[in-house]
């Protein structure tokens, strides 16, 4: 059975940093696509970065490009979402999940684990 933990949850200051994991057992993450949503209070799960199976390529949502990175480490079976100059519009639960297709998704639909979900709040 696929499971995937998010961990990494923190309260921070506009302009600090999390970094989030999500770590895989019962599989090797290097073998999915991988992706980081997001869901704040009262609105939809929303994509924000994703790392595909082939290639390793990334994407990530307009919101923020510049500020997170997504990366794997394949050693730890644990793929990280990097989050820097993070603003109060971050502030959400934030979910992994993995698809068995090559390439990256912006669909939740897409993917068929998903990690439990971590908070991540930023305020002053």
């Known amino acids: 059975q696929l499971q995937l933990v998010a961990s990494g949850a923190g309260l921070v200051e506009p302009g600090g940093s999390l970094r989030l994991s999500c770590a895989a057992s019962?599989?090797?993450?290097?073998?999915?696509?991988i992706g980081w949503f997001r869901q704040a209070p009262g609105k939809e799960r929303e994509g924000v970065s994703c790392i595909s199976r082939r290639a390793g390529s990334t994407n990530y949502a307009d919101s923020v490009k510049g500020r997170f990175t997504i990366s794997r480490d394949s050693a730890k079976n644990t793929v990280y979402l990097q989050m820097n100059n993070l603003k109060p519009e971050d502030t959400a639960v934030y979910y992994c999940?993995?698809?068995?297709?090559?390439?990256?998704?912006?669909?939740?639909?897409?993917?068929?684990?998903w990690g439990q979900g971590t908070q991540v709040t930023v305020s002053s």
């Open positions: 019962g599989f090797t993450l290097d073998y999915y696509t």
């Open positions: 999940a993995a698809r068995t297709g090559y390439y990256c998704s912006v669909y939740s639909y897409d993917y068929g684990s």
